[in-house]
């Protein structure tokens, strides 16, 4: 991100926390701690809206026996959400995951299901909600699709392409509101009233993804790809309105560092969701029993020796909720891979025991004697801590989701090493230590250690991406064997879009037989036993 960008976004968040306060509402609950002596909050505490399975937990499956279009994709999605409310039935067939989750649940959950067409979707809402539809353009103006969405969260109102008008019409649906040419803007100025503000969504007019769950949960929808003042200016108005501690869910517009900036600034946390489905499904936690996510195999005991070098291994990108949903649990270059016979990190995303819980369940159900599991990034969110500005608040979420989800080792994205992250961090009763990334590839900080609270942040030494598996190997065989030293351990990053798990099966293949595998639990455990609790910055 440039710095006049920077500069600008700066300038308007000050603007706009200047004078925001008339739109704000004001959180009804405010979360407190359970008890006076604890940090963090009750462990049912949660950042989002508990979705309602239908009692039956009996699905409905469209897209099945019929291929529907995006536009009528987009309308079978509303009607999706708008049920999941009081008591969702519909699930989105899509590609080879989501058949795999739909069986899953059958299996697993005691779900029973059986296909609809969306006619029949249409006159069952027509029944119980109304016959009234919200028409968009999605040709001629782009945006009016995220107002449609808005619109019919809002209201509770289908939203119809022009295209689709005429047979949507055949089906029965009246028309409610004209929203073809209505921006985001007029659409916020218009129903922010009737939104909540304890969440956004942001995606781009293209993805017709997660408008099942945005709509459900009332959310507004809103992409600014520009970067003009009057679309910075937008974005932080939205922002601005939306509480503090709330989720952003999709994906923001142009550079990822930019998006989430802007977001951090504002305190609320980017959840990537932006290519999911059936979300208003999953969200359904009383449907699955709750959170079921225990790990078997994040300690192992092990002891110093002399002699020894000491290394764990994590995918990153773990945060990414639409990984976990589409394409890490089954794929054959991350977790679905044929596993070998030693420790492997996989970065998860703590919020899924809100947002899938079933999917967590499949990680424990599949986890190899050797996986074990670290939060991503940054917490129960992607954001930067050292803009964040309600810290405390974030850290104390995070301790509620650490304990319901078995997890305490985080991964810590930011711009760099910040004494007042650490210590905040450190504070957090069940984190036992974190893994830094920061600088370009997550290398930046070359193995350092900073202390806080007894607890170790060692930041990553080694990075497998876009790497040279041989080099890498080479350098790790030539490193300190001391575990008495920083210099005695090295934590590595899988980044998952450049390599793959087969990489990682290499690199061990070429380490000598007295560098040692561990998980990042004892990684850190080993650390904080052995090694001075002085800062080291390499």
């Known amino acids: 991100m440039g710095m006049a960008l920077v500069m600008l976004l700066l300038t308007l968040t000050g603007m706009l926390t200047a004078c925001r306060g008339d739109d704000v509402t004001p959180p009804d609950d405010t979360p407190t701690p359970a008890e006076p002596e604890k940090f963090g909050y009750a462990d049912d505490f949660s950042y989002y809206q508990e979705l309602v399975m239908n009692p039956d937990k009996h699905l409905y499956v469209y897209n099945r026996t019929e291929t529907l279009t995006n536009e009528e994709t987009v309308l079978a999605e509303a009607i999706q959400g708008i049920y999941a409310r009081t008591g969702a039935k519909y699930y989105r067939y899509s590609n080879d995951a989501y058949a795999t989750w739909l069986d899953d649940m059958i299996e697993h959950y005691g779900f029973t299901a059986e296909d609809i067409t969306l006619s029949e979707m249409v006159a069952g809402f027509i029944r119980d909600y109304g016959n009234q539809y919200v028409l968009y353009d999605w040709q001629g103006l782009a945006e009016s699709i995220n107002s449609a969405c808005t619109i019919a969260g809002a209201l509770d109102y289908l939203p119809v392409d022009v295209t ?26 218009a129903y922010k009233d009737k939104l909540s503000n ?16 945005g709509i459900a949960c009332r959310y507004f929808f809103f992409y600014r790809a520009g970067q003009e003042t009057e679309d910075m200016m937008f974005r932080g108005q939205v922002q601005g309105w939306v509480e503090e501690n709330s989720p952003v869910f999709g994906w923001g517009p142009n550079d990822e ?23 208003s ?38 945060d990414n909720v639409q990984t976990w949903y589409n394409t890490f649990p089954f794929n054959s270059k991350y977790f679905g891979a044929e596993r070998g016979d030693f420790p492997m ?25 050797k996986d074990y599991f670290v939060c991503s990034v940054s917490g129960q969110g992607y954001m930067y801590p050292q803009i964040y500005p309600d810290l405390k608040g974030f850290t104390q979420g995070l301790s509620a989701y650490l304990r319901r989800t078995d997890l305490s080792v985080v991964q810590i994205l930011d711009s760099g090493y910040s004494a007042k992250v650490v210590e905040a961090y450190a504070q957090i009763p069940e984190l036992k230590g974190a893994i830094y990334c920061y600088g370009d590839k997550y290398v930046a900080g070359n193995g350092s250690v900073y202390w806080s609270n007894g607890k170790p942040f060692v930041a990553i030494r080694e990075t497998l991406w876009n790497a040279n598996v041989e080099a890498m190997a080479e350098r790790i065989n030539g490193y300190a064997k001391d575990p008495t030293t920083i210099e005695g ?35 850190i455990q080993l650390i904080t036993e052995n090694v001075p609790k002085t800062d080291v910055v390499r």
């Open 281 to 318: 499904v999953f969200a359904c936690r009383a449907a699955f029993g709750g959170v079921d996510f225990t790990q078997s195999a994040k300690t192992t005991g092990v002891r110093a020796e002399a002699g020894k070098h000491y290394v764990c291994i994590m995918m990153s990108d773990g």
């Open 164 to 189: 689709l008008r005429e047979k949507a019409e055949g089906w029965g649906l009246t028309l409610g509101v004209d929203a073809s040419k209505m921006t985001e803007k007029a659409c916020f100025t």
């Open 489 to 523: 351990y090295t934590a590595i990053n899988l980044h998952p879009w450049s390599m793959s798990y087969q990489d990682v099966v290499k690199l061990v293949e070429l380490l000598d037989d007295d560098v040692v595998i561990v998980t990042a639990d004892d990684f």
């Open 345 to 369: 990190g996989w970065s998860v995303q703590p919020s899924l025991s809100d947002l899938g819980p079933n999917v967590l369940g499949y990680l424990k159900r599949n986890a190899g004697a």
């Open 198 to 213: 304890t969440g956004l969504v942001q995606q781009s007019a293209g993805n017709i993804r997660l408008r099942d769950y």
């Open 257 to 279: 560092a930019e998006h989430v900036t802007v977001s951090s600034q504002y305190g609320q946390f980017t959840i990537p969701s932006d290519h999911c489905f059936n979300m």
